[in-house]
Structures are given as structure tokens and as C-alpha cells.
């Protein structure tokens, strides 16, 4: 067998739908025997943070595939509300939340990391990540990590 | 009673009558959807018919309704059974109230205006939200509906104090059902107290099977590229008929694949292939956690490089398409 294949995804939006391409893409390179490390970083960063991972919201503003208008997206609570909405799609799909999400990849054997800037921009601990986190690294940490690795930035 | 103005006053006034004490009635009771629901007939009936009249018999004088209110009586007193009598002379003073209230000149003309308004409902534009906020500038229209915001935190009060009072009588319903919990509870207790059975956690218990996930993709039929003592296989390693799937070559195909098959493995592999049978398409990791029990690290362990593909090899299924 050659060396094994490596991705390295780097997840830097919170949004819904944002972080679920990284989550998905990571999850097939396991499930295809592909080495998955995931790095969150800046707002990315939410998405293993503890108090933010089961309240994502979807950005319906400026998105021109939303359907809504851009002076309606953006009024106050229509974020969460489409938030809302599309966890309750995704769990009546029985699709994952975030949350199981990153339980399948650990469990599948993907690697979670998280910005130390990013930690220190936003005055987190690491008590305050999910426990599905491995460490908290650098980019350049990042970089070592995922040497021969093809990367991917969402 | 032969002035057709003071039969029309009569019936009227009856009418009334039988409509304060449906809301006095109604009041009795504690459901808020069993006002609403008889309430909006109740409403309709005041406002669609009975406006046009009550303005006539009031500029005929309210002496005439005085005159009236014997004969009345007697006609409430025909068309109701005695517990709705017993009921209306509880609420006596409340009704008396109601009507008084509700004839005073002023209220009156306020409501065959609003009656006539409903008369000409059909001359009336549709209105959509911009209309309504352009309405609001009208001094009347303001008025009006400080007036309805008023009645509506009346009626708000009132229901919210008809609940409280349903709550109490439930709380008393509780506390009674539990003092009285034990006694009942005594002639199952035996039932009760036998432990529920505990799952093994050794073996793992194959579930019913939910159905199958929206994202599970319906197998396509595989193309033979090769053909390995008799068995034909695609290109992916797979076999192309899963009816050609035997045991014996489920353990060469997992020789192949670098598994060594243990009760585990099996349990996965009889797990999949039920599936397939039962949904026609092969089930991916995400599927297999729910239908063989296992969980997703555990998948992992048994079949360490890529489970999901492994295991349908294994198993003589197609490639799981899907994403999770």
C-alpha cells in the first residue's frame, strides 16, 4: 500500500451552511480512507466552541441563492430564524447537527484543531472548545501537521 | 304587540337575552378554544343582523324596551331549561349589566355604524400590509383602535383570570390524584417493580431498522470488469450480483481486504446485507451505526480503512454512494 492520502481542511466561517462543506469533506475523506485534520480558525472557530455549536445561524444576506431579498434577510432575528429552519430540515432528513458532526469524525478518526490566534482574538479557553477538539495549535503547527497533505479552505 | 316595530322590539330584546346569557354561560367554562369558537357566531349574529333593529328600537325610546321586558322574561324563560335558568339567575345582575351597557344610546349608534360599515363589506378593497400602515394615519382609525386595544386587554384579563381559575381547579384535580396515586398504584405495584430487561452490551443488538435516509442513493447496477473464478466483479472490487455472495467468499474477500472476520465483523456483514435486502441500497456508515448497532468508532476499529467501502466489498454489496 502507498502512503496514506492526507486532507487538510481549514474552516474559517461559522454560518450553517459554511461549516458543513468542511464537516462533509473531512467525514468522506475518512469514510474513503483518506487522513482528515480539521483546523478552525476565526469565525470557524464557533463551530467547536461549546455555547456556539448548536445555535449556528445561516447568513441569508447578500446570498443571492436564499431567495430572499438582501433589505428583508437582513432584518433583526431572520437569521436564526433560517437558523432554525434548516436544523429542522436537517433533522427531519435525519441528517447530523453539527454537534454529531463532530462526534462521527472523531470518532471516525479525523483530527480537530483549533486557532490559537484565533482562541486569543476571541478571549477563549480551551475548556470552552468541545471535548472533540484534539489541541489547540499555530498555523505553522498546522502546517507540519499536514505536510503532503492537499488543503483545503473553506 | 300589534305595532310590528314593538314585535320586532321583542324579539330583539329576547334575542339578546339568550346571547348575554350564552356569554355568561360561556363565561362558566374555563376552555379559552370553546369561547373563541362560540363566541365568533355569537359576534357575527350582534353585528351582521341584529344592528339595523337595535338602532330602530332605539330611537323608538328605551320606555318601550321597559315595557317589553316582561313578555321577554317569559320568552327566555319557554326557550331555556331549568339549569340554564338556575345559571342565568346566578348571573342576573352581570346580564343586566351587559344589556344596559350594551343599549346605552352612544354604545348603540358606535355599533350600527360599525354594523353598517359590515353591511357594505362587499365595496370594501383588499388590503395588504402597506395599506394597513397608510390606514393608521387616520385620527379615526387611531381612535378605533386604541378602543379595540382596550377591549381586547379586557378580554385578554378576563381569559387570563378564567385560566387561573381552570389552573387552580387542576392543581386541586392533582393534588387529589396524588394522594389517591398510592391506593391505585398498589393493585400493579408487582408489574411495576419488575426490572426492565437489560441490553448486553457484549453482542450488538441489531435495531428495527429506521427508514431508510433521504440521502441514500438507490444502487446502480454494476458493470462487470472482471471475472475471478466465476464471480463477476466491477471495477471498484465489488461484486455486480450480491446474490452471488457466499460466506466462503466473504472470508477471501476480507483476506483480501487485510480483515480478519471475527463474530464482530459478521454481525456488521449479516447487518448490511439485511439492510440491502430490506432497502435495496447499500448502506453507508451513517446507516450502518443505526441498523447494526455499532457505533461509528467501532466501525472504524473492525474495519479500519474506509468501513463503509470495506464492508460492502465484504459483504458482496454495491459501493454505499451518500455522503455521510
Known amino acids: 500500500m502507498t502512503a496514506n492520502r492526507k486532507v487538510a481542511i481549514i474552516c474559517s466561517k461559522a ?26 480558525t476565526f469565525w470557524g472557530l464557533d463551530v467547536v466552541t461549546e455555547e456556539k455549536v448548536d445555535h449556528l445561524h445561516v447568513n441569508l444576506a447578500g446570498n443571492p441563492a436564499s431567495g430572499m431579498p438582501t433589505m428583508l434577510a437582513g432584518l433583526p432575528g431572520m437569521e436564526s430564524l433560517a437558523g432554525r429552519m434548516m436544523r429542522k430540515q436537517m433533522t427531519e432528513l435525519s441528517l447530523p447537527s453539527v454537534r454529531e458532526m463532530l462526534q462521527i469524525l472523531e470518532e471516525a478518526g479525523a483530527e480537530l484543531y483549533g486557532c490559537e490566534l484565533a482562541m486569543q482574538m476571541f478571549k477563549r479557553k480551551k475548556e470552552e472548545l468541545v471535548p472533540q477538539v484534539k489541541d489547540v495549535i499555530t498555523a505553522g503547527d498546522f502546517y507540519d501537521l499536514a505536510e503532503g497533505a492537499q488543503i483545503i479552505f473553506t | 304587540m300589534s305595532d310590528p316595530t314593538k314585535t320586532d322590539l321583542a324579539a330583539i330584546a329576547a334575542r339578546l337575552d339568550a346571547l348575554t346569557a350564552q356569554v355568561a354561560r360561556l363565561a362558566e367554562r374555563g376552555r379559552q378554544d370553546d369561547l ?84 357594505h363589506a362587499d365595496t370594501a378593497k383588499p388590503m395588504g400590509l402597506f395599506g394597513m400602515m397608510r390606514a393608521t394615519k387616520d385620527d379615526d382609525v387611531q381612535r378605533g383602535m386604541a378602543v379595540m386595544m382596550e377591549v381586547l386587554r379586557r378580554v385578554g384579563h378576563g381569559v387570563n383570570a378564567m385560566a387561573a381559575k381552570q389552573q387552580h381547579a387542576d392543581d386541586k384535580k392533582a393534588k387529589l390524584a396524588e394522594i389517591l396515586g398510592p391506593k391505585r398504584q398498589r393493585k400493579v405495584l408487582g408489574t411495576e417493580r419488575a426490572a426492565p430487561p437489560k441490553a448486553l452490551p457484549a453482542a450488538p443488538v441489531v435495531k428495527a431498522a429506521p427508514p431508510a435516509p433521504a440521502c441514500a442513493v438507490p444502487a446502480k447496477p454494476g458493470q462487470v470488469a472482471a471475472v475471478i473464478d466465476g464471480v463477476a466483479f466491477t471495477a471498484d472490487g465489488n461484486l455486480v450480483d450480491a446474490a452471488a455472495w457466499t460466506r466462503g467468499l466473504a472470508a477471501a474477500l476480507a483476506d483480501a481486504e487485510r480483515v480478519g472476520l471475527t463474530d464482530a465483523h459478521w454481525a456488521v456483514l449479516d447487518a448490511a446485507r439485511a439492510d440491502f435486502a430490506a432497502t435495496g441500497s447499500s448502506p453507508n456508515i451513517r446507516r450502518l451505526t443505526q441498523v447494526a448497532g455499532v457505533s461509528t468508532k467501532d466501525l472504524y476499529v473492525l474495519f479500519p480503512r474506509a468501513p463503509g467501502r470495506t464492508i460492502a466489498k465484504i459483504a458482496g454489496l454495491p459501493k454505499p454512494a451518500g455522503c455521510l
Open chain 1, 15 to 40: 454560518g450553517l451552511d459554511e461549516c458543513y462543506p468542511a464537516l462533509i469533506l473531512a467525514n468522506a475523506a475518512r469514510q474513503s480512507g483518506i487522513d482528515a485534520f480539521v483546523f478552525f
Open chain 2, 36 to 119: 373563541y369558537d362560540e363566541l365568533v357566531p355569537v359576534m357575527r349574529a350582534m353585528m351582521g343582523s341584529a344592528m339595523g333593529r337595535l338602532d330602530a328600537m332605539e330611537r323608538d325610546g328605551t320606555l318601550a324596551f321597559v315595557r317589553e321586558l316582561g313578555g321577554v322574561g317569559q320568552k327566555v324563560l319557554a326557550s331555556f331549561s331549568a339549569a340554564d335558568v338556575r345559571q342565568l339567575g346566578d348571573a342576573v345582575v352581570t346580564i343586566l349589566e351587559t344589556v344596559r351597557t350594551l343599549t346605552q344610546p352612544d354604545v348603540m349608534r358606535v355599533a350600527a355604524d360599525a354594523g353598517e360599515a359590515i353591511q
